[in-house]
Each structure stands twice: as structure tokens, then as C-alpha cells.
């Protein structure tokens, strides 16, 4: 019998989430252990009269696209340099993406070579833009989602029971859960007001124990994430202007990319650029990471947290970058459609606490305060 949850989480995503219509063709990208989400996502995709497409990678893989330890051991540089026809297509031509994220190893590339992941990202690079961009305008609705597995329930503390039930109830498919698509209208809703109230603005201050900071958001955009590309969702974010930051901001959170995880983050800004940054802990990967192309020491996006249902760090970024009380701010590639012209192969979210003595003012207006919405 299947679990109710994961049958309302499916439903969830093809009827909210990617909103499938009949002829619409969707790359179901995910790994093995995810399994009984991906079998409802095939019923529901073609009870919605689309077409789904399996892509399904080896255990140990991160993605379809050639990133996991055997690649980079054995790829040269022809093959590193190599863009996969079959995905790019789908991402140039498909009306949808359902990505699940159902890794058996969180940390299978933490002794991968630096360099070859670099260059793997940087070939990847034009995928990730159409993504960007076919999105923006709304000619592919991708979604980004998680299937409970060990390796996450071990990176967040819990037994995968404890951790199944925090996705669920991230998700709002949980047991007690009503009509999780009314919970996300209902964010929608709430979020618009928000950034309703952000438009037309200019100068954005973060002040607080962890970041001193300034930015400007002039004729730029701020997005409702409300559960259409992410699965759980719930923030609000723009692309500030690039050469507009200065300051500096500590990320006391640990802040995991590509399976490497980076510890006691500071950075200081100059005009936009990142002119100084070190890490407690794998600092030489956030070095090299830094150096990947000419966007990767800019800003690609700011953003507030607002799932209050998340309140601790699982060092997955699809949750923890939703944390009620938090900031976060994305280094490299922008979303076009807030205005951020910053390109980069990179997208590397992390995360600020601002829910104690910290404040965020627009204009010199406050804005937020401890953890809060002042408006």
C-alpha cells in the first residue's frame, strides 16, 4: 500500500507545483531510492494527459549530467567539456523538469578533484541558463523536490522516521495536513504582500551580529517562492544590482555544495565583489569556488526565509534556505526575471541567522526585525 503522503506529495507537484496539462512533456530527473514517489509522479503525470520522461541516475550519482567520483576520475578533458544532448534538449524544449532529490551518499564528491568540478560546472553552464531563463518567461515549469533517504536523515540528526515526517510537514502532506495546494495559495498570498511592499524600492541594510551590509534592489524584482519550483518552498528573493553591495556578512550555518561542506563562512563586499572570504573549515573549496568564472565573487540573488516550519539545519539547502529567520545569499548565477544580469556556472546558497538583534531596513524603513515582518 502505498503511503498516503508520498501520494499527496505527487499530486501535489503535477497538479500545483508544475501545473501538467495534457500534452506537455516532463523530464522526471531523481535516483533509485526514490522509487515510490517517482511511480505516483508517472500515474499522475499521465492521468494529467502528459508525457513523462525517465531520467534516472546511478545511486551514487548527483545528477545525470556526469557529476559523481567515477567521472571525475576518469573523464578527460574532452568528456569534462562534453554537454549531454538528451538533457540539454529536454531543458531547451520541454515543458517541464520534476528534479527528486534522493541521494544514498551526501558526501560522495567531498574528495573529488576541485578543478574537474569547476569545469564540469562550467560545461553545464548553458543547461542551468535555460533553466534560468525558459523559466523566467514560463516555458518550462521545472520543480525541485526531496525523497527522504538515510544519508539526509544522518546530515540532519534524525532516524529517517524523524526525518520523513519533517519533509511531510514541510511539504504540508503530512498526516494532519488538510489541501496542502490551499496551504501554498494561501503563502502565495501572504508572500505577495510582502513583496508588493519591496517594489520600487532602493537601499536594502542587513545590520546585525552576523552581517553589517547594504545593497540595492533599483529596478529589480522580488519573486514569490510559494511551491512552484521549489517543494517545500517559502521565501522571497530578487537579484540585487551587482555592483551594489558592500559590507560583510558571517554564515555561522554550515554551507554544503557539490557534497563539500564549509564552516564559519565570513565575506566582505566592495562594490558588489567579493574582495576578501575564508572559511573555518574547507576553506580551500570555497576558495576554488570563488574562482570559478568572472560572476562567481557576485551576488546572484538576496532572500528572506518565511517557512517557519523549518527551524533547524539538515544541510540541504532546499530546506535550510527556506529557515524562517533567516537570509540567505546565492554567489554566481541569477534569475533573469528578477533583473540580475550575473551569470556564472555556480549557484551556492548560504545562510544568515538574523532572528536575534538584527534588523533589515528599505530605505531607511524598517522592514524586519529579530526573525519578523514589520509591515
Not at 496539462?21 to 526514490?34: F, H, M, T, Y
Not at 574547507?282 to 523549518?310: C, H, K, P, W
Request: proline share 4%; aromatic share 10%.
Amino acid at each position: 500500500m502505498a503511503d498516503p503522503r508520498i501520494e499527496k506529495l505527487a499530486r501535489l507537484l503535477v497538479e500545483y507545483s508544475a501545473r501538467i496539462q495534457k500534452g506537455d512533456r516532463v523530464l522526471i530527473e531523481s535516483e533509485p531510492a526514490a522509487e515510490p514517489l517517482i511511480r505516483e509522479l508517472y500515474q499522475d503525470i499521465l492521468k494529467a494527459g502528459g508525457h513523462p520522461h525517465l531520467a534516472m541516475n546511478l545511486g551514487g550519482q548527483v545528477s545525470m549530467s556526469g557529476i559523481d567520483t567515477v567521472f571525475f576520475e576518469h573523464a578527460t578533458e574532452a568528456q569534462l567539456d562534453y554537454v549531454p544532448p538528451f538533457m540539454q534538449h529536454a531543458y531547451n524544449e520541454f515543458e517541464s523538469r520534476i528534479r527528486i532529490h534522493a541521494l544514498p551518499n551526501t558526501k560522495a564528491l567531498t574528495h573529488s578533484d576541485l578543478a574537474k568540478q569547476a569545469r564540469r560546472s562550467r560545461a553545464l553552464e548553458p543547461i542551468l541558463q535555460a533553466q534560468f531563463q525558459r523559466g523566467g518567461r514560463g516555458e518550462f515549469k521545472w520543480v525541485t523536490t526531496l525523497y527522504p533517504t538515510q544519508a539526509y536523515a544522518q546530515d540532519a540528526d534524525m532516524s529517517l522516521a524523524e526525518y520523513e515526517e519533517f519533509v511531510f510537514d514541510a511539504c504540508h502532506v503530512g498526516a494532519n495536513d488538510g489541501d496542502p495546494a490551499a496551504y501554498w495559495r494561501g503563502m502565495q498570498k501572504e508572500q505577495q504582500r510582502l513583496v508588493d511592499a519591496l517594489a520600487g524600492h532602493d537601499r536594502v541594510q542587513v545590520k546585525g551580529p552576523q552581517a553589517d551590509l547594504t545593497l540595492s534592489i533599483k529596478g529589480r524584482r522580488f519573486l514569490n517562492a510559494c511551491g512552484e519550483h521549489n517543494m517545500p518552498d517559502g521565501e522571497i528573493f530578487t537579484g540585487p544590482v551587482e555592483q551594489s553591495v558592500n559590507g560583510w556578512v558571517r554564515f555561522e550555518f554550515p554551507c554544503v555544495y557539490q557534497g563539500n561542506e564549509v564552516q564559519g563562512v565570513e565575506m566582505h563586499f566592495r562594490d558588489g565583489r567579493i574582495s576578501e572570504a575564508k572559511a573555518d573549515k574547507n576553506d580551500g573549496f570555497l576558495q576554488r569556488m570563488l574562482e570559478t568564472d568572472a560572476g562567481s565573487r557576485y551576488l546572484g540573488e538576496f532572500a528572506i526565509g518565511n517557512n517557519f516550519g523549518v527551524q533547524q539545519i539538515t544541510r540541504e539547502i532546499l530546506f535550510d534556505e527556506k529557515f524562517g529567520g533567516t537570509i540567505h545569499l546565492a554567489l554566481g548565477a541569477g534569475y533573469p526575471d528578477t533583473g540580475s544580469v550575473n551569470k556564472s556556472s555556480i549557484h551556492w546558497d548560504l545562510i544568515c541567522d538574523v532572528r536575534r538583534d538584527s534588523e533589515i531596513t528599505v530605505d531607511g524603513t524598517l522592514f524586519y526585525k529579530d526573525g519578523a515582518f514589520r509591515v
